[in-house]
Structures are given as C-alpha cells and as structure tokens.
C-alpha cells in the first residue's frame, strides 16, 4: 500500500502562499493518480487537485484555478500543491491522497476518490 507523508501546513496572512509536500512511497506500478483534498470544520471533503504519475496531467477545482499548482518531484517520489494568493476560504485541512488507476489520465472530476491518504496537514489563512 502506499504511504504518505504530508508537510508543509501552517498559518498565513491572506495573499500568501505556502507550498505543501507530500512523500510517497510503495508504488508498484507508474499508474496512479495523487491528488490533494481538504476539509474545512462542518463542510464536506473537496477535492483541490491531483495528478497522473505517468503522464501528468493535472487538473483543478475550480475555486482554486489560477491560485495553486500541482507538481510531482519524481526522483524524490514526492508531489507538492504550491497554493499562492491565499485567502481565508483556503483554511481547512489538507489531505493528499493516491490511487492505482489502468492506464495514463485522469478521472473527469477532481473530486476523486482515494485508496490511500495521509495524516493531513492544517493550513489556516487569517489576518
């Protein structure tokens, strides 16, 4: 199975940005997506961003187009969300997550549906 190991969450100033990191280990074959969700007190699970490990495609929801970028490291095996222009909406906690998939793509929502996750990592935005 494979693990992860978040990094990077922290308080900001509304307009900055953070970078968040996420280890990966365990992957038994190129085709997974990793993706980034979040979770903000009393909302339902939101799916950020994620990313095929085998060809790269990337995609994005759309309250955060413009404003984060998904990138893999693959030597490092490690995939980062570099969210800039943050603003208070952006709290939440933020969970990266895995998946085996068939083949090179994404799903046709970003709002995926994980097998692995990690601990998540709290990202607060206030002034």
């Known amino acids: 199975q494979v693990q992860l190991v978040e990094s990077g969450g922290g308080s900001v100033q509304p307009g900055g940005s953070l970078r968040l990191s996420c280890a990966a280990s365990?992957?038994?074959?190129?085709?997974?997506?990793i993706g980034w969700f979040r979770q903000a007190p009393g909302k339902e699970r939101e799916g950020v961003s994620c990313i095929s490990r085998s060809d790269g495609s990337t995609a994005y929801a759309d309250s955060v187009k413009g404003r984060f970028t998904i990138s893999i490291n693959h030597a490092k095996n490690t995939v980062y969300l570099q969210m800039n222009s943050l603003n208070p909406e952006d709290t939440a906690v933020y969970y990266c997550?895995?998946?085996?998939?068939?083949?090179?793509?994404?799903?046709?929502?970003?709002?995926?549906?994980?097998?692995?996750w990690g601990q998540g990592t709290q990202v607060t935005v206030s002034s």
């Open positions: 365990g992957f038994t074959t190129n085709y997974y997506v």
């Open positions: 997550g895995a998946v085996r998939v068939v083949g090179p793509g994404l799903p046709p929502t970003v709002d995926y549906v994980y097998a692995s």
